[in-house]
C-alpha cells in the first residue's frame, strides 16, 4: 500500500526570496492527525482554519523549503491550496470495491469499481 504520494503545484509556493517551489510530498492521513487537528486553538476560533492546519501535518515536504507549517500553507496561491485539498480527498478516500469481469471478446480479465450509487 502506498502511503506517500509525490505532486506538484500548479502555481508553486514563492519564498521570501522569490524562489519558486512546486515539488512536494504528501502522506496518508491519520485519526490522529485529524482529531489534533480539530483541538487546535486556530481551528477552534476559524473552523476554516481546519484545511491549512491538517495539510501542514500530511505535507511531508516541498522541495527547498526546510520544514512545512501552516505558516507555508497560508501563504500558498489559492490554486495551490484547492489542489491540495482535492489530492488530500483522494488518496485519504475509501477505494470503491471492486468487481472481476472476463472481456467477452477477447477473454481479458480486469477490474472495475462497483458503483452502489449510480441506478442502472
Do not use: W
Not at 12 to 29: S, V
Not at 41 to 63: A, Q
Not at 95 to 116: A, D, R, S, T
Amino acid at each position: 500500500m502506498e502511503t506517500v504520494f509525490e505532486f506538484t503545484l500548479p502555481k508553486g509556493y514563492m519564498d521570501g526570496n522569490g524562489e519558486l517551489h512546486r515539488n512536494g510530498k504528501m502522506r496518508l492521513a491519520t485519526a490522529g492527525d485529524e482529531i489534533s487537528a480539530t483541538r487546535d486553538p486556530r481551528v477552534l476560533s476559524n473552523p476554516s482554519y481546519l484545511t491549512i492546519v491538517i495539510l501542514s501535518k500530511v505535507i511531508t515536504e516541498l522541495e527547498g523549503v526546510p520544514m512545512v507549517g501552516v505558516n507555508i500553507i497560508e501563504k500558498l496561491f489559492t490554486a495551490d491550496l484547492a489542489f491540495l485539498q482535492d489530492m488530500y480527498q483522494r488518496i485519504n478516500d475509501i477505494e470503491p470495491p471492486m468487481m472481476e469481469c472476463v472481456c467477452p471478446e477477447c477473454g481479458e480479465i480486469f477490474q472495475v469499481p462497483l458503483n452502489f450509487t449510480e441506478e442502472g
